[in-house]
């Protein structure tokens, strides 16, 4: 099956204009920052954080499940893959040149347990963390050439999900079956707010997990429930590298036309966010100054998953 098309990006757009951005701080940023259109959140808001990696959940979008959380709402994470094929912390983390399938399930065990203690100190609990377990690197592979035939992850050597903590171990690596499992766990948690990553990220599994999310929720006509954000957002961001607690996120390069809402952090929220981050010990010791530069006073989120096409002029 070929590339899904992203559909729907006009009735994102049309998404409900409430503002509930602001903390008791202000953002100082630049001016490419939409007025504010993340919605209201209160107690009746439920929030899934749809992850492809293990600490992408906390680098995007600590502050708004803190948020959730702390005004008596529910607040849940999906994490699609384990981060099972990072090959730079085998050789920093693991002190190993070469590629071992057993010792990347072992990496992928510890980057779960990671997760689960940093949004634990978020305040998920434990029943809300749901690890779907499929190909780090992968994602992509199973949106495409890899719907209905089992994919061979050339890390684990696994053709399906190896994890005995995932939610449906044994699934195959399809792009069915990972449908069907992302299905279950949004009948699960039936959340009013997903945070998802945007198809303009880098990174081909989070442009293949916004994919993804998009498609289920646009099955279910809830795609206005979606908003987006970006990690991987282009050469050099998120700038400057490290941690400078005082400075906003600026929006990534590859965010070009999506306008963004600058969601402020409070002081709170932001030390629960680095301490969130620091629990991603394997991935401190690799990138650091990647990870702790998104602890800033703002995270950013847009209501359109990719730029609205530009309208011709006859
Ligand atoms: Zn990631």
Known sequence: MGLPHVAGADAAAANGQA????????????????????????????????????????????GAIRRVLQAGGRAGVVWITSGDASELSMVIVEKSLFLNSSKLRDLAARRMREARAATALLGVPAEQQFFLGYP??????????????????????????PYATAVFPGDPYTGQSLERDFDAVLDRVHPTLVLAPSPQDSHPD?????????????????????????????????????????????????????????????????????????????????????????????????????????????
């Open 206 to 314: 989070h442009r293949a997990s916004g994919i993804l999310a998009i498609r289920a929720l646009s099955r279910r006509n809830e795609l206005a429930k979606a908003h987006y954000w970006i990690v991987h957002g282009g050469e050099g961001w998120p700038s400057p590298r490290g941690y400078y607690p005082d400075i906003p996120l600026n929006p990534p390069p590859r965010g070009k036309g999506l306008a963004p809402t600058a969601f402020v952090l409070t002081e709170d929220e932001q030390m629960r966010k680095l301490d969130a981050v620091r629990a991603y010990r394997t991935q401190m010791e690799v990138m650091s100054s990647f990870l702790l530069a998104f602890v800033r006073t703002t995270e950013l989120y847009s209501s359109i998953p990719v730029p609205a096409p530009a309208v011709s002029k006859k």
């Open 136 to 161: 780090d690197r992968g994602v992509l592979q199973l949106m495409t050439d890899n719907y209905a035939t089992p994919y061979h992850s050339r890390f684990t050597g696994a053709t399906s999900v």
């Open 19 to 62: 503002t509930a951005t602001a903390g008791p701080r202000t953002a100082h940023g630049p001016a490419d920052l939409s007025a504010g259109d993340f919605p209201q959140i209160d107690a009746n808001t439920t929030l899934l954080v749809v992850s492809p990696h293990p600490d992408d959940e906390t680098l995007c979008c600590a």
